[in-house]
């Protein structure tokens, strides 16, 4: 464990040069200049670029405080691909009386069919039952900068003069977003000059508004039960779609399998001839059996046929833990948080998802 050394000019964190994935991480070699800067503001400072780093849960908590104490307007980002599992918990009894705009990111990954009005009044519908009630909800494509420059419209409208504060869990685009935004707002590329962006150790940045407010970064949240925690950084990409995906539908008899990779496994179990649709990343290798071999095949093949996870995983991958479910009403939607999710169009099915240890799985009206 390397001592705590110097603290950076730019947001007032401790500088560490450990591990570059947590906060206030500087290279060895930028201790020795006068001024120390962490990567996150040298990034911002010299590329205008925001970067994720992963929070701690007691970190998150404080900043949470931190938003309900103040007078704000939060913006939280999910990744509407993995709605359930890029949500942040328990966000609503910390806000306060502050106002809540929502908006879904990675639209562009969703195949074209699908009405984005139905999308915003289902999430509006998820966000209720979570307990969040946002004022508006929109939905963007932070990488290709879809519906980025209305939105940026509409939280200018709703702040009244306040300060913003934009939260989200990893993986769900937060950086990508703010960068778009700073991009939209000044349509130039280096709004960021100052050497000095006034923070507090947790690494909070404040973007400069023009009306002597700020719009304020907070680090990304590591929500425990994302699937992606499970998975290589090498399989982050099979697993994390990058374009649109194209449903697969499978036909299924009673008594028949599919695996994802060796990441999850649905089993149909009664409920007649029926079809499924898969909603999962075009990279992800779906494999079919007959239920009775699939545990033996999964022991036998998982980390080679059925992959990820990796060979070298295997000692430490956690079992796969299973969950049945009764379909009771038509389209509805089986998840596997982080992965996607199978569409079942008829009620009356009964099915189980197995997922790791610590990964969850849930129903949910139709999304599509």
Request: glycine share 8%.
């Amino acid at each position: 464990m390397s001592e705590q050394l110097d603290i950076c000019m730019g947001c007032g964190v401790k500088v560490q040069t450990e591990n570059p994935e947590m906060i206030g991480y500087a290279p060895a070699s930028a201790l020795a200049k006068e001024m120390i800067i962490c990567q996150r503001c040298f990034r911002l400072k010299h590329y205008n670029e925001v970067q994720d780093v992963n929070l701690t849960d007691d970190d998150f908590l404080k900043i949470l405080n931190e938003i309900g104490r103040t007078d704000a307007l939060v913006v939280m980002i999910v990744d509407i691909f993995d709605f359930n599992g890029s949500w942040l918990p328990g966000l609503h009894r910390f806000v306060g009386k502050n106002k809540v705009l929502l908006v879904g990111n990675k639209v562009d990954l969703l195949p074209k069919s699908v009405k984005h009005n139905k999308l915003i009044n289902w999430m509006k519908h998820e966000a209720k039952q979570l307990g969040l009630k946002p004022e508006e909800v929109f939905l963007v494509s932070a990488a290709k900068g879809l519906n980025v420059k209305e939105t940026a419209g509409a939280i200018d409208e709703l702040r009244k003069g306040k300060d913003v504060y934009v939260v989200g869990c990893t993986n769900v685009g937060k950086s990508t977003f703010i960068n778009r935004i700073i991009k939209e707002v000044t349509g130039e590329a280096d709004v960021i000059t100052t050497s000095h962006f006034p923070g507090t150790t947790l690494d909070i940045i404040k973007i400069p508004l023009d009306d002597e407010k700020s719009l304020i970064d907070s680090p990304g949240i590591i929500n425990h039960h994302q699937m992606a925690h499970f998975v290589d950084k090498r399989d982050l990409k099979i697993i994390t779609p990058k374009k649109e995906i194209k449903p697969k539908v499978f036909q299924l008899n009673e008594g028949q399998t599919l695996f994802f990779g060796g990441l999850a496994r649905f089993d149909y179990i009664s409920g007649g001839r029926r079809s499924f649709v898969c909603y999962v990343s075009n990279e992800i290798n779906i494999h079919r059996t007959k239920t009775e071999n699939a545990a033996e095949l999964y022991d036998k093949h998982v980390g080679e046929l059925l992959t990820p996870p990796r060979p070298e995983q295997l000692d430490s991958f956690p079992e796969l833990v299973k969950q049945e479910f009764f379909v009771k009403e038509a389209k509805t939607d089986i998840v596997f948080s982080g992965l996607g999710w199978i569409t079942v169009n008829e009620p009356g099915v009964k099915v189980a998802a197995y997922v790791p240890k610590g990964v969850q799985t849930l129903i949910r009206k139709s999304l599509i």
